[in-house]
Each structure stands twice: as C-alpha cells, then as structure tokens.
C-alpha cells in the first residue's frame, strides 16, 4: 500500500519548508530509512529518509516548491502499483485528518468580512487623524490596534514605516532590474537567506543599534589556554577548549555582573533575567544559524566546552537543535581575519558581542621595556534604547578584565 512523504517539523517553529533535492526519481528502488529527499525550513536543512521500502511512485512537490508541514511531498508504494490509486488512498487519508469546520465559524468570518466593508467607519483618535495628515496617509487600508478597532498614532506610524518601506523596495527593483541587464548568472535566495535577509531588515529597521569597539590584552589567556588543554590530554579529557570557551565564559561571568545587559525588549517592556542562555552563531555552507546554550551560568568551564561543542556541530549538521531563547549572542569572525566589524542584534536581546583575529602588539612594560602582547578586538553593538554607552561600555571592560585575568574564569 502507498506511504506518503510528508513535510516534517524541523524545529517548534516551523510552519512550512521548501523542497531542496530529490534524491532518487519516480521508479527508483528505496528502502525504509534511507535518504530520499532533502528540505530547508528557514532555519535548517534536512534529509527526509523514506517511510517504506517499494518505489518511489510520485513526487508531488518538486524541486523549489514549499509544503506546509504534514503535507505530502512524495508518495512511496510497491513496484507495479497503480499511481491514481496512490494518490486517491495519501488524498483520502489526508482528508479524513482535516479538521471539522463549524457554521458558526463560517457565519463569524462572513460577518468579519461584513464588517470589514467599505459600510464600517473608521474609528480614529483626534492626534493619529493629525499624524496621518501630515504624513500623508491614507486610513482607509489601516486596521486599528485600539479600543474597539480606533486607529492609534501608533498605527499611523507604523503605516508611515511600511510606506517607506515600500518605496524603497520599489527603488532597488528598478535597481534591480537595470543590474540584471548585466548579470551573467541570477538565481533565487534559498529560504534560510530569505529568512536571514528579513531578520537582519527588521533588526535594524526596529532597534536603536549602536556599537563600541576596545582590544583586550589576552596574553596570559593564551598561555593559560595551553595550559589547561595540556592538562586535560594528560588526565584523558576529551574537551575543546577553544577561545570561544574562555570567550563564552567571560560574557557569562559579566553578564551576571550587569544584569541590564542580559535583557529582552518586548512591546516596550524590559525582561530581565537571572539565567543566561547563550546564543553562538555558526556559520553553515548556506548561511548562518545562532544555536543556544541553555544555562550556561550553571556550567563550569568543561562543562560550557562540551555544550558549545554539541549545539554547534548539531547546526552544521542539520539536526534540530535549540535555536529561540537566547538572552545574548557571540559571533566570532576571527578565524576569517576580520578584526573589528558591527554585529547586528538578534531582537528582543538587547547585545551582541563581536569577535575579531588575534593582533600581536608591543607595548611598553616596566622600566619602560618593549615587550609583546597579543590583542583581542571586541565590537559590543547594543540596544540604545536599552542601555547607555555608559553601562554598555562598563560590561565591555568587565569582559576584557576577565580576559586578561584568566584564572578568575574558574572561580
């Protein structure tokens, strides 16, 4: 009998996913548990392994076409069988799982759409009527968020952002088009660069960003790294201490030492929190993913190794891993020889912390001796809506403190 492939649920999320690659073609042998297709959410990419063994009868999405998640993709079934047939039986089961609609929730969405009629007056507060005329909005198209439906400055504002937006879409789709006149090769953003670039613009578009930039001296933490790496491999520890570890546990350290650091925006509401959730963006071959490590105020320093560790290898691999709940995020680009650059927030948290490459210095020592020190570039971009410069550049000096005396790491 014919088994169907359906969309799975890569992460809480997710709602839908595109089709990336069909691994084997309608007449092809496959057996249960084998790779069969490849889909992308927005956050990941996955193999869907087959649900039977037979032949691949039918796809139904092809390559680039999206499916909501439960939705067939594919139909697997025995060699022989009739393709209507299967289709009829994955259709009829498909049907037997759809929710029951009720008249009376037929009768409230025709009255709403009533309602929604050029019949309904719009209702307004005196300042939004003042708002949009000077902006020259049009309310007839705006849904109010106040009492009773009353248009608000807010929405009037609002609106004003997405007119704006608009033109300037308008403006790079003539760019665009005068652009690909000499384009040798266009294609289509995949939905995990779809995803980033509406992120990124919303990050931006929504928050007040501003970044500070300082070295910290990590020449003691360079050999401390040795040190304990050395001592780990003689006692048998299997633990990878990198300079994100050391990095990971200096911002732990000092966002509980400024705890208005460690905060969410929300709806003009601040959250802050005790805990410490970790976001470490990784880099993968087709974008970029910010896996999170619960807790990590609770975990010693091997302890924070082996997490980062897992999380990370768990995004480049394309298992589901955690990534929402972050209350602050490190992006390291020193391994590409980047020194300073300006990280952009992940909302609702309020900083971020940039990473640069190494820099050998000199610098002058006692009695005035030239002597050699390694630097570390560190961009802290925050939320001025949040926090000042002030405070924000207090929680960047304590991280370079804890950098720069790396035994207070273990304490």
Known sequence: MAT??????????????????????PGDTVKEGEGIVTISSD????????????????????????????????????DGEEVGEAVSNVEETKTEQEPEVHQET?????????????????RISPAARKKAKALAIDISNITGTGPKGRITRRDIEQAAKQQAAATIMEEQTVEKQTAQEKATHVTGL?????????????????????????????????????????????NGLDIKLTLTVFLARAVTLSLQQHPEVNTHLIDEQLHQYDVVHLGIATSLENGLVVPVVKHAERLPLGSLAEQIK??????????????????????????QGVEYFTPILNPPESGILGVGTFIKEFALGENEAVKQKISLPLSLTFDHRVLDGAPAAAFLNTIAHYLANPYLLLL
Do not use: Y
């Not at 169907?4 to 691994?23: A, N, R």
């Not at 087959?50 to 909501?68: F, M, N, Q, R, S």
């Not at 037929?106 to 719009?122: A, C, F, T, V, Y």
């Open 4 to 25: 169907s492939i359906v969309m799975p649920k890569l992460g809480m999320t997710m709602t839908e996913g595109t089709v990336e690659e069909w691994l084997k073609q």
């Open 43 to 78: 956050k990941l990419t996955s193999e869907v392994e087959a649900p039977a063994d037979g032949v691949l009868l039918k796809i139904i999405k092809d390559v680039t076409e999206e499916a909501t998640v439960g939705e067939p993709i594919g139909i697997v079934g025995q």
């Open 310 to 335: 897992l999380v990370t290898e768990s995004a480049r691999k394309g298992k589901n891993v955690e990534l929402n709940g972050a209350t602050f995020t490190i992006s390291n680009l020193g391994a």
């Open 106 to 122: 037929i009768q409230q969405s025709e009255l709403n759409q009533k309602m929604d009629g050029p019949q309904r007056k719009k």
């Open 190 to 234: 995949s939905s995990m660069r779809k995803s980033i670039a509406t992120n990124m613009q919303q990050s931006l578009a929504n928050t007040a960003q501003l970044t500070l930039h300082r070295k910290a001296d990590i020449t003691d933490l360079l050999v401390f790294q040795n040190k304990m790496r050395a001592e780990a491999a003689e």
